[in-house]
């Protein structure tokens, strides 16, 4: 077994691996730019090596720089974690020349399964099913368009070399390939060195489903289940879970053996993911199509650990020192289930805008990687089945220049149903302040009646959120437990401040009565001794509260329910169960001056285009004195390696342009007026 390896990677991965590294008595060294200097996958590795400044392309992405560090720390192997150099089959030669072992697949495999239009060849000519498309070189736009129209809309771009939903572009007609060929050139450029794009037919009402794959040196692979991975937003998965609610026994059987015979084709070892797409309306299960193989680790693989009990990590470390596989297909259970959900810097209600900056408050349910604690045991369930995997930490940084993820959350349950309850839950005492971040919106995806129901694809997302996201919407019991909650912290505030201004020498008597208004209706919430009534009717209330509590935690009707309070000038803002909720809260007796406060009316921003985040200007499509109509594409903005097309809210004409291709843009950076 070796005794050190070096993790090309940072964030959490890196702080996974080093975790199952430090279990198996081995010594880690870990690799960092400018940006990572300071977090906590560098102070958990016994080394650490400066490689570069913040962009990966002169850091994380030059493999010399990588070997230089194995050598000068005696590193015997290279974990490369996922994105960045692991599936570059250049990096792998590179670290054999060395004589340093990679901690992955073999050579071969990478190039034939990494490369997605000669891994469709290859899955064509062992007889697997793919989707019907273009495989080969696509010369220019024009081409594009005439392929598109041969295999009808509508169709799916890819950057051939592309991953992690980069480099992806859905056209439903003529117009949406002349408008994203070359952006899906540019972002596989741009993320893998790599401009090639092929085009195939996109499936309706797609499942996305995956099987992990774990092989050795010496010939033995299995199939551990599958993922469903159906919900994406920009083609990037948010939520997976294992196993499926669709897959059936036989279909996990065909699909598990055919992704198999696919990896013994190239003699593969070490841990690897078939990417299959599943027709939901073939209620059969026969219609799975390969998209591809990632050789590597993936993004999800917490919620196989939790199902098998097997430590990923741990296998393809085995594997590469060159150790047989203890298990068999038969040993391969399924014990329970497990969900993840992806927390990242992104704003649901600013249409997911990207966001970057200081984490000024981070607090995860349960104790994550980034806790750096010697004595922890890994587990792939967590604690009582809540498992947090970050690389963040209070006061840390979210930059620009890598992935917006700051953690992912993963539960176990004895049932579907009892892990995503347990996703809710902990989403609720998840604690992040400094800058935008998803946590509702994953939380509504679990409590959304179509995700309980199972019927998921991948445009999810799309067909529920049509108009955005805004949190939420609350039940009437939720509605009953937060007034009552919002009736005790006034009380409490009310008690206090009486004190402080010494017209009260003792507590206020009860009942205390308030009228509580939320999404413009009323509740009446009155707190006696031993009770709450809540519109007439009792409910249980046990909770403490002191002023500036930010997160507090209540027993309500034999429920836990945190909630995430802030002030307002008429009450408070609760963040629970996915939705901020915005509660007026006034003295009965005085309630209805409510009616007779004025609204303030935001400014009419429509004639500026406005930069929605922090990101780099690509290009600016028109010219002062130009004329536009409404929906025009009139500049591209890249952020998080992604370009998003940022388009005239009406027509008019440009007055003032404010900024050039090249610039580096802030949020709200004013990109030109219009007249």
Same mark, same amino acid.
């Given at each position: 077994?070796?005794?050190? $390896? ?7 991965? +890196?702080?996974?691996? $080093? ?20 977090? =906590? ?5 016994? !080394?650490?090596?400066h ?5 990966a392309?002169?850091?994380?992405l ?15 192997? *290279? ?23 990679? *901690? ?15 891994? #469709? ?6 007889? &697997? ?7 080969g070189?696509?010369?220019? @736009?024009?081409?594009? *368009? ?11 771009m ?42 195939? #037919?996109?499936? !309706?009402? =797609? ?14 692979? &299995? ?29 996990r #059987? +065909? ?12 003699n593969?070892?070490?841990?690897? @993911? ?12 026969e ?18 650990e ?13 594997? +590469? ?6 298990? @068999? ?18 704003? =649901?209600?600013r ?15 349960? !104790? ?19 498992r947090?995997?970050?690389g963040? %930490?209070?006061?840390?940084e ?12 993963i ?45 998921? @694809? ?13 949190g939420? =919407? ?78 507090? !935690? ?35 007796? &005085? ?5 007779? %406060?004025?609204?303030? $009316? ?36 890249? +952020? ?12 008019g &004409? ?22």
């Open positions: 077994m070796f005794k050190k $390896i070096l993790i090309a990677n940072r964030g959490e991965i +890196a702080c996974r691996v $080093i975790k199952t590294a430090r279990r198996m008595g081995i010594a880690t060294v870990a690799v960092y730019s400018d940006a990572d200097a300071r977090a =906590p996958f560098v102070q958990m590795a016994d !080394e650490a090596v490689i570069g400044p913040p962009p392309a002169e850091s994380y030059i493999a010399e720089k990588i070997i230089e560090a194995a050598k000068q720390t005696g590193a015997e192997a *290279v974990h490369p974690g996922y994105g960045f150099l692991s599936e570059r089959t250049s990096f792998a030669e590179a670290l054999a020349d060395a004589g340093i072992a990679f *901690v992955g697949p073999p050579v071969n495999a990478i190039a034939a399964m990494g490369d997605k239009i000669e891994s #469709k060849k290859l899955a064509m000519e062992a007889g &697997v099913n793919v989707v019907p498309g273009f495989v070189e696509i010369e220019d @736009t024009d081409h594009a *368009v005439k392929i598109s129209n041969e295999i009808g809309y509508p169709v799916m890819k950057a051939s070399a592309g991953g992690g939903g980069k480099g992806m572009r859905l056209a439903y007609s003529e117009k949406d390939v002349r408008e994203g060929f070359e952006a899906t050139k540019r972002e596989g450029l741009n993320s893998f060195g790599d401009d090639r794009v092929f085009i195939e #037919k996109f499936i !309706e009402n =797609p499942r996305h489903i995956e099987i992990q794959i774990l092989g050795d040196k010496h010939g033995n692979i &299995v199939y551990l289940n599958e993922r469903e991975c159906s919900i994406q937003r920009r083609h990037q998965k948010v939520v997976e879970e294992a196993p499926s609610p669709f897959v059936t026994p036989k279909m #059987k +065909a699909m598990g053996e055919q992704c198999v015979a696919l990896s013994k084709a190239v593969y070892h070490s841990a690897g @993911t078939v990417e299959l797409i599943v027709s939901g309306a073939d209620k059969t299960g219609s799975f199509y390969f998209l591809e193989m990632n050789t590597r680790l993936q993004v999800e693989h917490p919620v196989t939790a199902i098998t009990g097997v430590d990923l990590v741990e296998q393809m470390i085995r594997v +590469a020192a060159g150790e047989k596989l203890e298990m @068999t297909q038969d040993d391969v259970k399924i014990d329970g289930w497990s969900i993840e959900n992806r927390v990242y810097a992104e704003d =649901p209600y249409g997911f805008l990207p966001s970057t900056g200081r984490l000024s408050r981070y607090l995860p349910p349960v !104790e994550g990687w980034s806790d750096n604690d010697p004595d922890d045991v890994y587990t792939g369930r967590g604690v009582d089945g809540i947090v995997d970050d963040v %930490m209070d006061g840390g979210v930059s620009m220049f890598y992935d917006p993820m700051i953690a992912k959350l539960t176990w349950g004895e049932t579907r149903d009892e892990a995503a309850d347990k996703q809710i839950a902990a989403l609720d005492a998840f604690e992040i302040d400094g800058l935008g971040h998803n946590i509702d919106f994953v939380s509504a995806i679990m409590q959304h009646p179509r995700f309980r129901s199972g019927e998921l @694809t991948t445009g999810f997302i799309a067909e529920e959120y049509p108009e955005g996201f805004e939420a =919407p609350p039940s009437a019991d939720l509605i009953r437990k937060l007034s009552a909650v919002a009736g005790f912290v006034a009380t409490a505030r009310a008690d206090r401040a009486r004190r402080v201004d010494g017209q009260l020498a003792e507590t206020l008597d009860p009942p205390f009565d308030w009228s509580v208004t939320l999404n413009g209706v009323s509740h009446r919430v009155a707190l006696g001794d031993e009770v709450v009534m809540v519109d007439g009717e009792p409910l249980e209330l046990a909770m403490e509260y002191a002023p500036g509590d930010r997160l507090i !935690e209540a027993e309500v009707d034999g429920e836990t329910l945190h909630v995430k309070l802030a002030l307002t000038r008429t009450g408070f803002e609760m963040n629970a169960r996915g939705a901020i909720h915005v509660l007026d809260v006034l003295p009965a007796r &005085v309630a209805h001056f409510a009616d007779h %406060m004025l609204e303030k $009316i935001p400014p009419d921003l429509s004639k500026y285009l406005i930069c929605p985040m922090p990101g780099l200007l690509v290009s600016l499509n028109v010219e002062e004195g130009e004329k536009v109509e409404s929906g025009q594409p009139l500049a591209v903005v890249e +952020a998080m390696k992604m370009e998003n097309i940022l388009r005239a809210e009406k027509a &004409v440009v007055a003032k342009i404010n900024a050039k291709a090249g610039d580096s843009l802030a949020v709200d950076a004013i990109i030109l007026e219009m007249e």
